[in-house]
């Protein structure tokens, strides 16, 4: 259905959609320092050429029905306050490699060094101009993540990504990789390119943290060879407005794992796409995300977009979206499955839910699987509901007080999205956090 | 103990009354029974006392020590000393066991001005606790109810009852579900639970769990009233002969 609605736009362009995006994207491209590129100097010619094709979309856009573009699409970004004071970094107590970014660039006398056994890691920035492994690759799985949906956000980053980091990993490194996303500018228009390429039988666990940027655009690409495991935490927490959009796009060869787990604290206007292409037999694709949604303070919207193609035998994939949402904050899914001919025995899952905490709160979901082949197992699921009065009731009984058995129940809400980080340690992490911040103010 | 007087109640989304003038004492130290019909409220009775939504009081009044049982939020009562054991205990994926009784525990500590327990000290007497219930560590960490089995999840709601310590234990047809050696099990948890400072109101339809939590008092409750009081004889002569005689002898 998405697609006969998209194809149906373009057969007739409104005035508006005609004329309004060779004027809007001029004046966003005007805004940002484009880098020449040194080794993606064609990708990023090549990028621009594409986002002049296609331009920036418009609210009749199908894949845009449900979040406003406009605050992607303004040249500059609102300013957004930086809050003051700093919690404790969310996986202190883990051993690992933090690799510090300020809106966007990353920031060399904060990080650790760029050395790590069985990983080479380089930054975008500082590559650019001497050449990497990651010159056939940047940009290269976003091209292809472009159909069938557009993606102009993608394009734009990357034809205009500042910095990032290229990570190629040979071997199974002792501890996780851990970037860090800090705050300077209070209007900064942060926008980075990770690539990443993981090798014949090797793992990588990459954890990300805090936000860069008022409004932050992001692409992490990811490559999976045969065999590979990729395991990719992230928790994006804004505590005042701010407005971000994120995309990952995989490719996830035969008998690799790839597994993605983002949470979304607050925020004004946030998106996350997720691209995710299972191209060899008996791969392992996971993406889940848990959102906690706040309306109170500020307008909360958060969207997350995933399509996952499955073009071989075998393989499973699973999306795991959970929401709660309050004070008038809107949250969306669109979630598609495409089997394609000849990728027998997928098994294929997918749920999306919301737990509004009270009636002004929404949630947009829209399943959708699209099959081809005819020996393959795909179920989706939806539901919007409130607090569990049962529950409620029972923890109630036992003397747990009713803000603290709330808080119970959130966490068990999320528990089935949560339960795809796999790492225990890493996961408890988690799991104090969003006790400590549900407690704070999430819900009441 | 507990002192129920004249109780009306009827549910707040139907104007359905379910307990019509129902009176019941309690004293320190006893059990007492509740049997009855299905539909009599005895359910709505448990559901009441511990402050569930959804019912409204129109008259009458519950207390516990002298103090109104009706005024006060559930984890009130709870701090106050009442229990509900559930017939069905709800599931709660995701929150660990021994977390939840834990944070149980100390809020209805914290709430009575008593110091809360240390992990350590908590994590002893659980143990323990759980040991003479046959309930396994393992059983411990689980989430709460999740994967249990009919018999796990009763002995898990006395496994609470043993830790919170309450003064008054309400059961709401605990033996439901239960095969012959869950439900010794279950009676062995409760009756090395009884002391003369705590009271039970045990409901249940059937003279089975009564011989093994021996009643001192047994009520039959009919239509939203208790109608008829006795020993534990009371009970033998429910399991024989029905409600049928018993309820036309009372009207």
Same mark, same amino acid.
């Given at each position: ?42 990708? #990023? ?105 557009? #993606? ?38 942060? =926008? ?46 804004? %505590? ?11 490719? %996830? ?30 791969? %392992? ?19 997350? !977009? ?8 075998? *393989?499973?994939?699973?999306? =795991? ?38 009636? #002004? ?16 197992? *795909?179920?989706?699921?939806? !539901? ?44 408890? *992490? ?5 006790? %400590? ?8 | ?19 019509? /003038? ?6 320190? /130290? ?8 299905? $539909?009599?409220?005895? +359910? ?12 409204? &009081? ?22 106050? /000393? ?43 007497? @659980? ?19 999740? $994967? ?27 033996? +439901? /579900? ?7 099990? &279950? ?30 008092? @047994? ?7 208790? &109608? ?22 009372? $009207?």
């Amino acid at each position: 259905m998405a697609d006969t609605a998209v194809r149906r736009k373009d057969q007739t362009p409104s005035v508006e959609g005609a004329s309004r995006p060779a004027n809007a994207l001029d004046a966003r491209l005007a805004a940002l320092a484009l880098p020449q590129g040194g080794f993606t100097a064609a990708a #990023r010619r090549d990028a621009l050429a594409r986002l002049r094709d296609m331009g920036l979309p418009g609210p009749r856009d199908e894949y845009w029905r449900y979040t406003d573009p406009r605050p992607f699409n303004a040249p500059v970004t609102a300013a957004m306050p930086i809050p003051e004071g700093q919690e404790t970094p969310l996986f202190d107590g883990l051993d690992k490699l933090t690799l510090v970014f300020v809106d966007g660039l990353f920031d060399e006398a904060a990080s650790d060094d760029l050395a790590l056994d069985g990983v080479e890691i380089a930054t975008l920035a500082q590559a650019d101009g001497a050449g990497s492994w990651a010159a056939d690759l940047y940009g290269t799985l976003e091209a292809a993540g472009q159909n069938p949906v557009k #993606r102009p956000f993608a394009v734009l980053n990357t034809a205009a990504a500042q910095d990032g980091l290229l990570i190629r990993v040979t071997g199974k490194p002792s501890k996780p990789i851990h970037v860090v996303h800090r705050r300077a500018s209070d209007s900064a228009d942060a =926008v980075w390119h990770h690539v990443i390429r993981v090798e014949e039988g090797a793992e990588l666990t990459l954890l990300e943290t805090g936000m860069s940027g008022a409004r932050s655009n992001s692409v992490i690409e990811v490559d999976l060879a045969p065999g590979a495991r990729f395991h990719h935490v992230a928790s994006k927490r804004a %505590v005042d407005a701010k407005v971000g959009i994120g995309h990952i796009f995989a490719r %996830v060869a035969a008998r690799a794992q790839f597994k993605s787990f983002t949470l979304s604290v607050n925020g004004t206007t946030m998106r996350n796409e997720a691209v995710i292409d299972i191209a060899g037999d008996d791969a %392992v694709a996971h993406i889940a995300a848990a959102v906690l949604g706040d309306g109170g303070k500020a307008p909360f919207h958060q969207d997350d !977009t995933v399509f996952i193609t499955h073009g071989a035998e075998r *393989c499973e994939s699973r999306q =795991v979206f959970k929401k709660v949402l309050k004070n008038g904050a809107e949250g969306v899914f669109q979630g598609k499955i495409l089997v394609k001919p000849g990728a027998q025995k997928t098994d294929g899952y997918q749920i999306s839910q919301a737990l509004l905490l009270d009636e #002004r709160s929404q949630f947009l979901a829209k399943p959708e699987l699209e099959i081809y082949a005819d020996d393959v197992k *795909c179920s989706h699921g939806s !539901t919007t509901g409130a607090i569990d009065e049962e529950a409620l009731f029972y923890l109630r009984s036992r003397g747990v007080p009713r803000e603290r058995a709330i808080v119970f129940l959130v966490l068990s809400f999320l528990a089935d999205a949560l339960a795809e980080v796999e790492d225990e340690a890493i996961r408890d *992490c988690i799991y104090e956090r969003l006790d %400590v911040w549900l407690t704070l103010n999430a819900v009441q | 103990m507990l002192k129920i007087d004249n109780l009306h109640v009827k549910l707040e989304e139907e104007d359905k009354q379910i307990l019509k /003038g129902l009176s019941l004492e309690v004293p320190a /130290g006893q059990v007492h029974a509740i049997m009855g019909p299905n $539909g009599s409220g005895k +359910s709505t009775l448990s559901y009441v006392l511990s402050g569930r939504d959804g019912y409204e &009081v129109t008259e009458g009044s519950a207390t516990l020590d002298g103090e109104s049982l009706l005024d006060m939020e559930p984890e009130e009562r709870a701090a106050a /000393g009442l229990f509900l054991a559930f017939q069905y205990p709800v599931e709660i994926p995701g929150v660990g066991n021994m977390t939840f009784l834990r944070t149980a525990v100390n809020a209805q500590r914290k709430a009575r001005g008593e110091a809360e327990l240390s992990s350590g000290d908590f994590l002893k007497v @659980v143990r323990a606790k759980a040991a003479e219930l046959q309930i396994s560590p393992e059983m411990l960490k689980r989430p709460v109810n999740v $994967g249990f089995s009919g018999g796990e999840k009763k002995r898990n709601e006395i496994l609470q009852m043993a830790m919170l310590e309450p003064r008054m234990c309400i059961m709401d047809e605990t033996d +439901s /579900g239960l095969d012959v050696d869950a439900m010794r099990l &279950v009676s062995d948890g409760v009756n090395a639970l009884r002391s003369p400072d705590r009271s039970f109101l045990v409901i249940t339809h059937y003279q089975r769990l009564l011989n093994h939590i021996q009643p001192d008092v @047994v009520h039959i409750m009919a239509n939203g009233r208790i &109608v008829k009081s006795g020993g534990p004889e009371l009970a033998l002569q429910v399991e024989q002969e029905g409600y049928g005689d018993l309820l036309a002898e009372v $009207g």
